[in-house]
């Protein structure tokens, strides 16, 4: 079984900053992807960005991009500038590439951008 | 506009007064399932469908119970809730396509059981 770990509970950051949020995971799985979901107050479940695990290039989305280190099984997510609106939860998550579709998620880290 | 849909968003009842709350998807895809969201434990699987008629456990099925008669509707139903089943729950839906990866989820329904 996947487990994913966020140990960061909360966070905040003044507005134009940067702030990274962490992950590890632990899999016996090869094949994989990895995900940053964002919740705002809203409740909605935004997609931020996504890694597949054979890729050795970290993923960048605009102002949001990973650091994934395999071996490590860690999964960071930096985001550079950050604006008032990336006040939210965010959530890492887990799927493997062959399986039941699951996602796996951490218990989240509830981010604050502070003006 | 693809989506997905549930209802009721918010629902407040007492216990072991049966419930459903319904999941529509407009994008034609194979793979369903449900989460619940809890303070601390992030998003667990209820149950999951990879198509019409075929559903299975998740990691957290006591309690609930699903079906898909249709590719379109994954009902999500509760028999006899209790309270330790308030929660936020949410439907998701995925294309089976190989190499289709973003799952679209609906927008929550907020259950509260007295």
């Known amino acids: 079984a996947q487990t994913v770990t966020q140990s960061q509970p909360e966070m905040s950051v003044q507005e134009a900053e940067t702030v990274t949020l962490s992950c590890t995971y632990d899999?016996?799985?090869?094949?994989?992807?990895l995900f940053w979901y964002k919740q705002p107050p809203s409740r909605q479940m935004i997609l931020v960005i996504r890694?597949?695990?054979?890729?050795?290039q970290n993923a960048t989305e605009n102002r949001f991009s990973v650091n994934f280190q395999k071996a490590a099984k860690s999964f960071s997510l930096k985001i550079s500038d950050s604006q008032l609106g990336d006040t939210a939860m965010y959530f890492c998550?887990?799927?493997?590439?062959?399986?039941?579709?699951?996602?796996?998620f951490g218990t989240g880290t509830r981010l604050t951008i502070i003006p | 506009e693809a989506q997905v849909t549930q209802n009721p968003r918010y629902l407040i009842t007492v216990t072991g007064k049966k419930l459903t709350v319904t999941c529509s998807q407009n994008?034609?895809?194979?793979?369903m399932s449900w989460y619940r969201q809890d303070p601390g434990l992030g998003l667990r699987q209820i149950y999951y469908?990879?198509?019409?008629?075929?559903?299975d456990k998740g990691d957290v099925p006591e309690g609930y119970k699903v079906s898909r008669k249709e590719k379109r509707n994954f009902p999500l139903i509760l028999e006899s809730p209790s309270p330790n089943q308030t929660s936020l729950y949410f439907c998701?839906?995925?294309?089976?396509?190989?190499?289709?990866?973003?799952?679209?989820f609906g927008p929550g329904t907020r259950l509260t059981v007295l």
């Open positions: 998701a839906s995925k294309s089976g396509t190989s190499g289709a990866y973003t799952q679209y």
């Open positions: 899999t016996s799985e090869n094949n994989y992807y």
């Open positions: 890694q597949e695990a054979y890729k050795q």
């Open positions: 998550a887990f799927m493997k590439f062959f399986g039941n579709e699951k996602l796996t």
């Open positions: 994008m034609n895809h194979e793979y």
């Open positions: 469908s990879m198509n019409v008629e075929v559903t």
